[in-house]
């Protein structure tokens, strides 16, 4: 097992890998940012070394420097987390290098899969479905004829794209050139590849997601789905699983899918296919996510396998011990990302507690929000035996939740978790927007 390993992260992801290296024996070294200079993750670790300014393109997303700790801090290897450089094959191959083994798939697999339109060829090529849509278009003209076959409206997607970045929504023809050049600048400048392809809008989809895991040895496992169709702006709010319209039948088929994948992409590690689901049970493969997700904690609840510690193992070509017929997926939970939507100090701070319930996150008392990174203050997670037990958990517990000194989304959440749409679990991807127009004012 490696002796010491790098977290080359920062909030609550870092926590959440720094205590499940404790609870393995294993060393860690946090890396900071001049800002994260008094972070959790920082006090936390056992060692901790600052890699740069504040901006994560001098900090977190600067390789050398990451590399350079790991090497003077005698790390074997760099957990990434998600987000930064996780899905960066860049960097994968970089301490592959340097002799430091990178928690996660292989470089290789990582340009492949980290490549949408890549992943959708080699999906279509396995009998996977995909969205109905193109390969990577050179202009906004060639856009126009190749939409004459797919039909409005459609969207426009960066094959670099993620976290909701470099895509667009185009209704009809005369707003397709905007809207190509607009999502291809956006990837250009995210990602450093503008490069785009269209895919059909299919409305009145959910969000439904399989996790994978893989190993060294050929062995993959499914764990089962998540529905992360509550979102924003194409960003995740509230996570639950299992999927409540989920049927044995079509939860098979999809399981089916990503393994198969899985496979055909060589994948080891922790990933996530993502899909679309029609009302009518068919199901569109969209992206695979080649990284920890944000909203694994709700598979770990209902499975009881900590993801984490089996990347390490994974990474550490340790083979799952697990087989799939012993995966036993009991009760139900739901995430909420709490999101900061201002910067501030945080001058008094309430985590609620409770048998199941836990707030994942790196806030302390009186530590600054700041600007330079993403907004998510942490994720509070519930598990009970059934649904409706669950959303009472999530409801007592956001109003227990006390943040102050900066503005948050607990109160949508509120309002979300109260909805009539969300108990009864009829919701699309695009049903958050309507909750919380409609949620406003009236029935609180
Ligand atoms: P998930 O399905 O896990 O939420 P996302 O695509 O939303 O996946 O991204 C995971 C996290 O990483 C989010 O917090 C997102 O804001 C962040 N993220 C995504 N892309 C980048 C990037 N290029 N740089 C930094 N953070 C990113
Ligand atoms: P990212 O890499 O930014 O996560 P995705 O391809 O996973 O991008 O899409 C993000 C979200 O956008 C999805 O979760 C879904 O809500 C929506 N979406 C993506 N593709 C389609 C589509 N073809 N039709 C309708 N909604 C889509
Ligand atoms: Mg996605």
């Known amino acids: 097992m490696f002796s010491k390993i790098l977290v080359a992260n920062r909030g ?31 006090a936390l670790a056992d060692e901790r070394i600052c890699i740069g300014a504040s901006p994560a393109a001098e900090s977190y997303l600067n390789q050398k420097n990451i ?15 998600y987000g930064f450089l996780s899905e960066n094959a860049e960097f994968a191959a970089l301490c592959e290098e340097n002799g430091i083994t990178f928690i996660g798939p292989d470089s290789k697999v990582l340009e492949a899969m980290g490549d949408k339109d890549h992943s959708r060829q080699l999906m279509k090529e396995i009998g996977v479905p995909v969205v109905p849509g193109t390969e990577i278009l050179k ?36 707003e397709l050139e905007n809207a190509f050049y607009a999502a291809s600048r956006e990837a250009e400048s995210a990602f450093s590849n503008g490069d785009v392809f269209l895919e059909k809008y299919l409305t009145s989809v959910r969000h439904v997601e399989m996790q994978v895991l893989a190993d060294c040895f050929g062995n993959i496992l499914c764990l089962g789905e998540r529905d992360c169709s509550l979102q924003l702006n194409k960003q995740k709010v509230l996570e639950e699983t299992l999927c409540p319209v989920m ?18 992409a060589e994948y080891t590690n922790a990933g996530t296919v993502e899909f679309l689901l029609a009302p009518d049970g068919q199901f569109y493969f969209i992206e695979m996510n080649t990284r920890l ?9 209902i499975s ?45 701070l309430h985590i609620p507690g409770g048998a199941r319930v836990h707030f994942d996150t790196a806030l302390v008392q009186d530590c600054e929000i700041v600007p330079y990174y993403d907004s998510m203050l942490g994720k509070l997670i519930v598990y ?16 227990e939740m006390v943040i102050q000194g900066v503005e948050t989304n607990i109160e949508d959440q509120l309002r979300l978790v109260r909805s009539k749409a969300f108990f009864k679990g009829e919701y699309d991807t695009l049903a958050l927007q309507n909750i919380l127009e409609e949620g406003r004012g009236i029935n609180e």
């Not at 926590?15 to 920082?42: F, H, K, Q, W």
């Not at 202009?139 to 094959?159: F, H």
């Not at 670099?160 to 209704?171: D, E, F, L, N, Y």
Request: hydrophobic share 45%; aromatic share 2%; net charge negative.
């Open 384 to 399: 009970a035996q059934d649904r409706e037990e669950a959303i009472r958990k999530m409801e007592a517990a956001l109003c």
């Open 67 to 81: 590399i350079s700790a790991a090497l003077a801090m005698g790390a074997n290897a760099i957990h990434p987390g």
């Open 12 to 42: 609550e992801v870092a926590v959440r890998i720094i205590r499940a290296c404790r609870e393995m024996g294993i060393e860690t070294v946090a890396v900071y940012s001049e800002a994260d200079r008094n972070s959790l993750p920082a």
């Open 247 to 264: 049927t044995e039948e079509i939860r098979q088929q999809m399981m089916d899918a990503a393994v198969k994948a899985a496979k055909a």
């Open 293 to 301: 997700q944000v909203e694994h904690p709700i598979t770990e609840e």
């Open 139 to 174: 202009d906004a003209a060639e856009a126009k004829e190749r939409a004459k076959e797919i039909g409005y409206p459609l969207l426009i997607k960066a094959t670099a794209g993620g976290g909701g970045k470099g895509i667009r929504v185009v209704w009809k023809e005369d």
């Open 304 to 348: 009881g396998i900590d993801i984490v510690k089996w990347q390490i193992r994974i990474a550490c070509r340790i083979p799952l011990d697990i087989r799939q017929e012993n995966i036993h997926l009991h009760g139900h939970s739901i995430e909420c990302r709490i999101n900061a939507r201002s910067t501030g100090i945080v001058d008094f």
